[in-house]
């Protein structure tokens, strides 16, 4: 369940923008340290204090993670089957079009700086993935 009350409609992929998961750790973060609004404490130094990473980037590491391990996956198991497969048929709905796994591995790997090209080869090397991801 997601912090809007809504069911993410996949496993690794919220519902919400980061922004809403960003104050839904926030408030709980608050909550735990005791923390009232009028301290006037801002969200980075919350952070700071905790020693935490922000709600986006753990779910950027966590999406590269999973993504590292389905690379490293045989090619008769289903998930990566499901991951390079398309469908043959169907409609596509008016407006713009739902986001896609692949695309949300694309754009993670460039905000971390990861070529794309390469990334299928790097996967297969964890120490250096996980030095990249982390």
């Known amino acids: 369940m997601c912090p809007c009350g809504l069911k993410a409609r996949y496993t690794m ?3 919400c923008p980061p922004s809403y998961m ?3 750790m926030k408030r709980h973060l ?3 340290m005791r923390i009232t609004w009028m301290d006037k404490v801002t969200n980075k130094e919350i952070l700071e204090r905790t020693g935490l990473p922000s709600m986006e980037d753990l779910l950027i590491r ?4 999973w993504t590292g391990h389905l690379m490293r996956m045989s090619p008769d198991r289903l998930p990566k ?7 043959s048929s169907g409609h596509i709905k008016r407006g713009r ?7 949300t591995i694309k754009r ?3 905000l971390r700086d990861i ?20």
């Open 108 to 110: 993670n790997l460039k």
């Open 62 to 65: 966590k999406n590269l993670r």
């Open 13 to 15: 992929q919220s519902c």
């Open 97 to 103: 079009p739902r986001l896609r796994f692949k695309d």
């Open 115 to 134: 070529k794309t090209d390469t990334w299928t080869s790097l996967s297969q090397q964890r120490d250096k993935l996980r030095a990249l991801v982390k």
């Open 30 to 32: 608050d909550a735990i």
């Open 22 to 24: 960003e104050a839904f």
């Open 81 to 87: 089957q499901v991951l390079y497969s398309q469908l």
